[in-house]
């Protein structure tokens, strides 16, 4: 089955700098990958996602990487705000109906 | 449209009990997964069902179960509670589930707590 690894666990940034969160997968059957946002709570909640016929979507502030070859994909937040402190999820999904997550990483805006 | 509702929000069992879960879709999804979060395991998918069928089932016992009834509203049943249990328990809706890989909406949980 597919395993998710995700770093850092902790992410601690200055307001307006940039951030980065780094996640690989292991089945190459993996074809689609989702960044979820948790506040606490709260239900995970859909940032953005990725499918593996693309190497980079953007929506505004944040960005998602892929590469395939390597088997990880990044989620880019520039211009953070004291708002986007939260814990973020990768995910990756094969088509076989299954979902597996990354451990979470904890970012903290500081203002 | 209202999102995806759970109840209760908070639960408190002692060990050996049975509890119930409760999870409403937004109107229109057909499909609802539940997933256990905790500290040290993360998010981990528990199973989906889709149209009143279970299609598929994370590596979870079988005192994890699940039904979902004819309007898509669906509950989770562990029974033979462990303190292990301990978790907070999330359901997602979304249009045609895992399998096309739509967006899912989460719900805010339900805390269970096992002593």
């Known amino acids: 089955g597919e395993n998710v690894e995700q770093h850092p666990s902790t992410l601690s940034v200055q307001e307006g700098d940039s951030a980065v969160i780094k996640c690989t997968y292991s089945d190459s059957a993996s074809n689609y990958f989702p960044w979820y946002k948790q506040e606490l709570g709260k239900g995970p909640q859909l940032i953005i996602d990725i499918r593996s016929n693309v190497g980079e979507k953007k929506d505004q502030r944040i960005a998602v990487t892929l590469n395939k070859t390597a088997k990880h994909f990044s989620l880019h937040i520039t211009e953070t705000q004291p708002e986007d402190s939260a814990v973020y999820f990768c995910a990756a999904s094969p088509e076989y109906n299954d979902m597996r997550f990354g451990a979470g990483t904890r970012l903290t805006v500081k203002p | 449209k209202a999102g995806v509702t759970q109840t209760p929000r908070y639960l408190i069992k002692t060990r050996g009990q049975q509890v119930t879960l409760s999870c409403s879709p937004i109107s229109g999804h057909r499909s609802v997964s539940w997933y256990q979060q905790t500290p040290g395991q993360g998010l981990q998918f528990l199973f989906e069902?889709?149209?009143?069928?279970?299609?598929n089932k994370g590596n979870f016992p079988g005192r994890f179960s699940g039904r979902q009834f004819s309007n898509s509203r669906s509950e989770m049943n562990v029974s033979t509670l462990e303190l292990g249990d301990s978790a907070l328990y999330l359901c997602?809706?979304?249009?045609?589930?895992?399998?096309?890989?739509?967006?899912?909406?989460f719900g805010p949980g339900t805390r269970l707590l096992v002593l």
């Open positions: 997602a809706s979304s249009l045609g589930g895992l399998a096309r890989q739509e967006t899912q909406y």
């Open positions: 069902y889709f149209s009143e069928t279970q299609r």
